[in-house]
Each structure stands twice: as C-alpha cells, then as structure tokens.
C-alpha cells in the first residue's frame, strides 16, 4: 500500500535531490569498471523530428534516390532500402557485442514486447486482416475468421509478418488496403516521412514495391477509387495532401487543403465519402501558426466535412462538434456508402462512435450508435476497418493488442464477435510511440515517460 | 505520433509492466510532441510543453487520466513560438521559474505560478549571449534542452546542434544581452535532453553509445575531456532522453526510436571521483 507523503516529506524528499552530495558516504566510493568507448554519432541513421537536417526537405542523397527511383522504380528498390533502412539489426547487434565486452548492460527495461496495434484493414478479397504494429515497426496479416484464442495465455497466430530493415517500416500508423490488387500502403506518424506500398503477398524483411516521399508527421490514409487518389492527413503544419495513389519517390500532391480557414486544427482521421464527394477529417484542436510567436489556441475537436474535390484555403462545408458528438482523441475513420454511416475510433472514449446520414449533420448532434463497455474489450481503439461484404466492423486497439470484430450495426456494450489477440488475454500496453523524453518523480518513485 | 499520453511508471518497472497512470485526453491539452518534460519535486508538478499550441502546460504531480492541467501559459504576450522548438521546457522549483528556448535566440522565463496570457519576467538575447538555438522550419527544427543549476545559480544551454557543439554557462539570472560566464568547450554530444547534477557540479548526456559525464566550469572555458561509459541501447534514434535518480544512483534513458526506458546504475555520475578519476579503461571493443 501506498503510503501517502506529507507536504513537509515532499519537501525534505526535494531538499534531498539538490543536496544528495550529502548523502554520498564514504563507503560508497566509485567503483573501478571496464570502460570500451563506443563511436557516437554520425554514421547513425538520424532521420528524426529533431535531426540537424531538416526532415520535410531531402538531402541530396535522398534527392538522388528518389529521382532514381521515378525513373526506374524496380532496379533501385533495393538501393532505396539500404539507403534509408531504420538500421535496427545493426543496432542491435553492436549493443550485444559491447556489453559482452564489458559495456553496461541497463537494470532495468521498460518495453512493450506485444505489439502496438495503431491500425487496421481488411481485405474481402482474400478474406485477411492486417494490423500495423507501431511498437515493433511491422505489420502482421491474419486469417479473417481465425477464432478467438480460448486459453488466457493464447495468441492468435499470423499468417504473414512483414518486418525488417528491408521494409522500410517505422513508426507506422496509418494503413490502407487497395481493394482490388490487395497492395498494402503504409505511412508512419514519425521519422521516415515516407508511405511504402507492399503487394498483397508480401512476406518477411522485404523491400516495397514503391516508396513515396511524405511531408513529416502524416497520421492516417484515405482513398478515392474512382479518382484513384490516395488521402493523407498530416498534424503540423495541419494539412490534407492528395497524391496519385501510384504516386512514388519525390513525386509531388495533386493538390492539399491547408490555410487558416480549414479548420484542420491537428487532423487525424481521414475518411472518403464517393457517393456524395466529401471528405471528413476528424481534428483535436491544437492550433498555431509555427512562423508567428503567441499564435497558440485550442478549439474543441470536430470532424470538418469538405467536398472531395476540395483544394487549398478551403472553408469546410460543415463541422460536427460538441459535447454531445463525444469526440476525443478521435483517431481512424470509415464512411460506410451504402447507408451514409461514418464510424469514428474514438481513442479516449473507449469507444467506436458512429454517426448516421453524416454527410448532412452539423454541430453538436450525439452519434446514433455508441460501441462502449467493458463486454466490447475495446481499449485505446484507434483504428477502424469495414467489411461491407460479411458485414463486420474490426476495430484495432492500441492498448491491449487485439483487434476487435462486431456486427457492423452494432450498438451498446456488446461483446466482439471474435477476437485476434497478440498478447494475453489481460494484456495492458504501454502505449509507447516514440520515447523521446523522460523525468523522474523521487515523491513517488516514478518514471515520466511522455510520447 | 499516434497517442501524446504521459505514462507514469513504478521506478521498479520492467519489459511489459502496465503503467500506473496515464494523462492523456483532450481535457489534458496534450498533443504531439513532448521533447522534454520536468517534473518540481517541491511543489509536487509536472510541467510539458504542448507545442502544437505554443503553450506551457503545469500538472499535479499526481495527475490522473484525463485531467485538467492546472496552469497553461499561451497566447500573444508569451512569446512562445515555433512547433518543434516549442518541444523542451525547464523548471527551477525553488526560484519559482520555467524556461523556455525560442528559435528567435531567446531564452524565455517564465514565473512558475503564470497562467494564460502573460509575458516572460525576463529574456536572455542578442548577439554576446552567442545563443544559436536553431531556427524554426517547416518540418522539425528543435531548440535544445536548457537545464538550471539552482544551487550555483547557474542556466546551461547547448549550441551547435546534436552532432556536438559547446555549452554557454550563464548565470542563472541572466537577461539581456549578457554573454555567458562559461563554457564548456565540447563537443558535447546530447539527444533531446541532459541533465546535471548540481551537487558535484556535473553534466551528463548520452550520445547514443555513452554516457558521458563532464565538468560543469563556473569560469572560463572547460577543454576538459569527459568521463565515458559504455551504455550502449540498440535500436534507438538521436532524440534520446535522459533523467537522474540520485537516491538510487541511477540514470535512465528514453531511447526515441527504441520504444523503451533504460535504467542503468551509474554511481560515476553521484559519487566524489578519486584522484585521476573514477575508472580504468580496457582495450576497444573494435
């Protein structure tokens, strides 16, 4: 049991960290240990939010590749992954080597061995599941009616991993299946600035079949099949970029909607209406402009609705927002075309919310449906995939690695329909995305870990 | 960034151990991305950036789930600017202030107890400070970390960039254009964040292989080498964070692209270093 600290223990505790020289005995003396320096630096991958360079601008090599590849997309694919490989087996492997000679070796780890299931997609047509697995960089195909694992401990078994160097993959976070060829797109929320494109069959550390030069910090996908233009939400500078959806290397949008009057205050969840050529882009509200000090705001998060062929500073036709809608967070979404219903991962809420005849709602109206409860073994649902064939909704939960299957008009506390699980059945993630930061509480005894 | 939460993990935690408690929601203004983060053990606070709405944001040190902050410091009187610059952030709890770098060569503070649209006390700019924080662009650009020593009253702030440059020593006080009092010559490799630790007047970073240890000089310029020790990370990226756990003599690290938090034990970095220091150095790896 916890013992609760007094204001004078918390103080004393302080004191305790500024002045904890005193506390240095002499029986605590340093100790001699073997010291192997290790190279730093340079020869390191560092395409990073933070890195020297800047990451939305291409350094010449990077230029070169692309270039390369527009003109001969399939005999430089190999190159282009030992260019921009996230280098992790090295990496890995160089640690093991200095600690075996003598490097110190951490006492403790904080990590998700499960994966981090940021989204999902279903493909009809060979019946299959594909979950992206943002803590481990990879992402994993499973049968479609693979049955729920009947033992606490059991998981459900792939049918393919897609993981390695070759494939380019970090950070990924937003998926979309091609509904005819099966190719998988994949985009991340960090790093690589990059989409890659997988055929449906792909299998192991596999380069992609097209690499696609993104701005920094793309959150989700979206498509229009009868353009054939492919969707991508980007946080900051907030904006929708529009690319052919066979766009590859330094290829540049079709167009982008972005400019004060869009709203797109931190846009997420994208989704593609066809039937009455909208767009709708679910925001958080985070606003400023980067170029102007004090420009900082908060508005409520919306989902902003646009025609599809929307283009530039657009005004969006209509905002969905208020207490009522329950937005928060709102991650992945989905229009369903044949009844106008638009499905929303809400990650807060704990919940898929879902609202009926979206393309003609406005302002603070309650979703029609409300998938929410401890029956539905939803936890940080941020992805969501409709299958209009068997007339399923699959939800992907970044919290307890699972993806979750219900009947597509589901409502309440239901309970899914079958379960593809990746760690057991009690799992909690750690819900990791990049620890890039990090601060200690000595009041509690706690780690800070921001993502 | 898919989920900007705050997870608060037992100091004893390891490979998939839940977190305690998580701020996260919109309730909590949090967003992407927290390049650093301080946590004010006398008043019991947590203070963080949201960068994606220029603003400053103080918790309860207590926070829980989707929760309030209990301060936020934004709008036109701030000063505050940039996105990737507005990542890192600063507290000295027992002078009452927050720090912040601003890509326009400003080191912003704030007093601990502002809230809404309020100016910063005081600004260190211009040319003698020789300040070079980088500058905001369209798709990153960081300021560095900047780190208060509130017992030799000193503020330290890295230039020249992740590959290594120098750290300028002013004092802690310091606005205008005031230049700094030391320097530790460097090159001084870091990630996302550094730390000191005050009482022995040391700084310590990780440069992805090593953890490095120098002396913090209160005059002049330090030439002085480092301390190395090997703590390599495997799969990790340059954006790497760091903390000190002094009673524990621990010091943990945020690997960025590693997903995970290393705790390693470093009494080097707490202890009084014998004559000629700490260690003994084998033969290279490699």
């Known amino acids: 049991m916890r013992v609760r600290r007094t204001k004078l223990e918390c103080v004393i505790l302080s004191a305790a960290l500024v002045a904890i020289g005193v506390w240095a005995a002499p029986d605590r003396a340093s100790r001699l240990v073997s010291v192997q320096q290790l190279p730093d630096g340079s020869d390191w991958c560092m395409a990073d939010e933070s890195s020297a360079t800047n990451p939305s601008s291409p350094s010449p090599d990077e230029k070169i590749l692309f270039s390369a590849l527009r003109r001969d997309p399939y005999s430089t694919l190999v190159f282009a992954a030992q260019f921009t490989t996230p280098n992790v087996a090295e990496q890995e492997r160089q640690a093991a080597e200095a600690r075996a000679h003598g490097a110190r070796t951490p006492v403790r780890t904080i990590r998700d061995t499960a994966p981090t299931y940021s989204a999902i997609a279903v493909d009809v047509n060979s019946n299959e599941v594909i979950l992206q697995d943002n803590n481990l960089w990879e992402y994993l195909v499973f049968d479609r009616l693979a049955p729920t694992p009947t033992r606490s401990d059991e998981i459900t078994q792939p049918k393919r991993i897609v993981k390695g160097d070759k494939t380019l993959i970090e950070f990924n976070n ?278 | 960034m898919n989920h900007p939460q705050i997870a608060i993990f037992a100091r004893s935690a390891k490979e998939d151990t839940p977190y305690l408690r998580s701020i996260e929601g919109q309730k909590s203004l949090l967003g992407r991305t927290m390049h650093d983060i301080a946590f004010d053990a006398i008043h019991d606070e947590l203070v963080v950036t949201s960068p994606l709405a220029q603003a400053i944001l103080s918790f309860r040190g207590a926070a829980n789930g989707e929760e309030a902050p209990l301060r936020a410091i934004q709008g036109d009187k701030t000063q505050i600017k940039g996105v990737g610059a507005t990542g890192k952030v600063s507290i000295d709890p027992i002078h009452n202030e927050i720090f912040l770098a601003s890509p326009d060569q400003a080191i912003l503070v704030f007093d601990r107890m502002a809230n809404g649209n309020v100016a910063p006390k005081r600004i260190l700019s211009g040319p003698d400070t020789q300040l070079s924080l980088g500058e905001q662009r369209e798709g990153g650009g960081n300021v560095p970390c900047i780190r208060i020593d509130p017992i030799h009253n000193l503020l330290l702030v890295p230039v020249g960039g992740y590959g290594g440059g120098k750290v300028l020593i002013f004092d802690r006080t310091a606005s205008g254009n005031t230049p700094p009092k030391a320097v530790i010559q460097g090159p001084v490799r870091m990630g996302n964040q550094f730390e000191i630790y005050a009482p022995k007047l040391r700084l310590i970073t990780h440069t992805r292989n090593n953890i490095e240890i120098w002396k913090i000089p209160e005059s002049g310029v330090s030439t002085e080498a480092p301390l190395k020790i090997p703590a390599p990370l495997g799969r990790q990226s340059g954006d790497i964070g760091i903390v000190l756990d002094p009673l524990h003599k621990e010091v943990i690290i945020a690997t960025a692209a590693g997903n995970n938090i290393m705790t390693f034990s470093v009494p080097e970095v707490f202890d009084d270093w014998p004559a000629g220091g700490p260690l003994t150095s084998a033969a290279p790896v490699r």
Do not use: C
């Open chain 1, 174 to 451: 937003g998926l979309y299946v091609d509904p005819v060829s099966g190719d998988i797109f994949s985009v991340e929320s960090d790093t690589g600035d990059k989409m890659v494109r997988f055929p449906r069959a792909a299998e192991g550390d596999v380069a992609p079949k097209a690499v696609l030069h993104t701005p920094h910090r793309v959150y989700n996908l979206a498509a229009d099949e009868a353009r054939q233009e492919i969707f991508a939400t980007i946080e900051f500078p907030p904006q929708v970029v529009i690319y052919r959806k066979d766009a590859s290397g330094e290829e540049k949008p079709l167009r982008t909607i972005e400019g004060d009057d869009t709203g797109l205050d931190a846009p997420h969840g994208i989704a593609v209406d066809e039937k009455d050529q909208l767009l709708f882009v679910s925001t958080w509200g985070h606003h400023s402009n980067f170029r102007i000090a004090g420009t900082g705001r908060w508005y409520p998060p919306a989902i902003k609705v646009y025609p599809l062929a929307a283009k530039g500073n657009v005004k969006p036709l209509r905002v969905i927002t208020g207490d009522r809608t329950q937005l928060d967070w709102p991650a992945a979404m989905k229009f369903n075309p044949s009844n106008g219903d638009l499905y929303v991962a809400n990650d807060i809420g704990q919940s898929v919310i879902v609202f009926a005849n979206a393309a003609k709602l406005q302002g603070d109206v309650p979703p029609a449906r409300v998938i929410h409860g401890p029956s539905t073994r939803l936890r940080n649902p941020t992805g969501v995939a409709l299958d209009l064939t068997h007339q399923e909704l699959w939800v992907s939960n970044l919290g307890n690695s699972s993806a979750t299957v219900y009947p597509l008009m589901a409502n309440g506390d239901v309970p899914p329909l079958r379960i593809i699980r990746s760690a057991e059945e009690s799992k909690r993630g750690v819900n990791f995305g990049r620890t890039a930061a990090v601060t200690y509480d000595p009041i509690r005894q706690e780690i800070l870990v921001p993502n």
